[in-house]
């Protein structure tokens, strides 16, 4: 138990399809995080909400939009995706403000494929 | 804007040897956090350790130990008495300090095998 779920695991997905990915974390954290991982790159920071409110938004396209209904829960909301969408996509709180141990815990992540 | 680098995109160890991850990263900040992820095959990234900027005394959590150079912006990670379960994906990773910062900058990532 890791504290932060991520549903689905696998996502396959055709470009014309809407899908979303869900975040949950039991941590009891003020903040959330959206991160695409691809191979050989670095993490590339999506979206990240603090107390629900979005504090982030790295240039990331249209296609993608998050939600973030309360403190615990996070969604990114898929829709005419690209094929070179296809990513592992990871959710990750903390507890920001405490000063001394801020820190990301992560989830499994989505992997997924856009065909 | 702040950069880091692991330039081992893999290594190699036998099963109870001693193995030294390598990072460096570029800041004009005096203040920020440093981490070390581990990201197995089941693809949950773990937090191995952490360093504060402002201490001097290297991080250390049982067989894991960190080499913290803030002249050099090195920040590499040692693993002594490997096993196999050690075997991963490890990520440097970067943080401002203070309150409103939320980005943490990441490396590209080293992949740790360990030999039996």
């Known amino acids: 138990e890791t504290g932060v779920t991520q549903t689905p695991r696998h996502l396959v997905m055709g470009m014309t399809n809407k899908k979303s990915l869900k975040c949950e974390q039991h941590?009891?954290?003020?903040?959330m995080y959206w991160y695409k991982q691809s191979a050989k790159k670095p993490l590339e920071l999506m979206f990240v909400y603090s107390l629900e409110e979005r504090v982030e938004n790295n240039s990331v396209p249209s296609r993608f939009s998050p939600e973030c209904p309360n403190s615990s829960h996070l969604f990114l909301h898929l829709h005419t995706l690209q094929p070179e969408d296809s990513a592992l996509y990871l959710c990750?709180?903390?507890?920001?403000?405490?000063?001394?141990?801020?820190?990301?815990?992560f989830g499994s992540g989505t992997q997924l494929s856009v065909l | 804007a702040q950069t880091v680098t692991q330039s081992q995109p893999e290594m190699s160890v036998q099963e109870a040897e001693t193995v030294t991850l390598s990072c460096t990263y570029d800041t004009s900040e005096s203040d920020y956090y440093l981490f070390w992820y581990k990201q197995p095959p089941s693809r949950q990234m773990i937090l191995v350790i952490r360093?504060?900027?402002?201490?001097?005394q290297n991080a250390t959590e049982n067989r894991f130990s960190v080499n913290f150079q803030k002249a050099a912006k090195s920040f590499s990670l040692k693993i002594s008495d490997s096993q196999l379960g050690d075997a991963a994906m490890y990520f440097c990773?970067?943080?401002?300090?203070?309150?409103?910062?939320?980005?943490?900058?990441f490396g590209t990532g080293t992949r740790l095998k360990v030999l039996a």
């Open positions: 941590l009891g954290h003020n903040a």
């Open positions: 360093q504060e900027a402002y201490k001097q």
């Open positions: 990750a709180s903390s507890q920001e403000g405490a000063a001394t141990n801020e820190k990301l815990f």
């Open positions: 990773a970067y943080r401002s300090r203070g309150s409103g910062t939320y980005k943490y900058i």
